[in-house]
């Protein structure tokens, strides 16, 4: 298991976007293939956020923690926030069945994370959602 | 992001360069709305260059797409790079695409 990377981010869409770049640094200097940094920039984009949209009700600046490392093959981001409790594991999937026309727009972000990695483990404690996404990289990480 | 736009009498291409996230979601928004408020006729989203398209950007498309077709108008994604194909395929979408 690699040391993680930890960065601090705060609860505006810009650091999303400084996150993104973190991400993109970190997957070349690995060599990660393009498509796993995509699938996990998009999962990220989604959770993020859906962190910034719908976790906090005061208009106070919060800290996410944001941690990256890699375990044998696997690449894994923590995220911590101190927002409302939400296990997007436990939200309805969307109904892809139904016609373009009568398709709720709901759901797409969660969704999206669902699909574009391996894995996602949810746990809340001490008053933070803690939600861990891993995706397998499916070139040798040095 | 910097949005390109190509205008040919009622028929209005814009076109994404990087990475479609939702701040620039915003900016489609904007430029969508003002070419409805021209009149436009039919809308392509040129998703050549676009890198990664999350759900807001899939959203705003939506959202547009419905609002044009009640009126017989036209708005579709065009020539999507693989990336944002798998996006809208992963999303139940690909009907946005022009065909």
Known sequence: MSKPIELILLNRPSEIARLQDQLEVFARERGFPSKDLHD?????????????????????EHEIHVSLQ???????????????????LEHPLPDLSAPLEKRPI????????????????YRRADGKNILVLVKQIKVPIP | MEIQKRITGDIWELLLPGRVDGAAANQ?????????????KTIYVNLAEATFLCSAGIRVLLQY?????????TLL????SADVASALAMTGFPELVEK
């Open chain 1, 40 to 60: 996990i920039q998009l999962a990220v984009e989604e959770h993020l956020t859906n962190i910034l949209n719908h976790g906090f009700t005061d208009p106070r």
């Open chain 1, 70 to 88: 890699t375990e044998e093959s696997d690449f894994r981001i923590e995220v911590q926030d101190d927002g409302l409790p939400f296990n997007p």
């Open chain 1, 106 to 121: 709901g759901g797409l972000g969660i969704h999206m994370m669902r699909k574009s990695v391996d894995r996602i483990e």
């Open chain 2, 28 to 40: 489609l928004e904007v430029e969508v709305l003002a070419a409805m408020k021209q009149a436009a």
């Open chain 2, 65 to 73: 797409h419905r609002q044009m077709k009640t009126k017989g108008l």
């Open chain 2, 77 to 80: 994604v065009t020539r999507p």
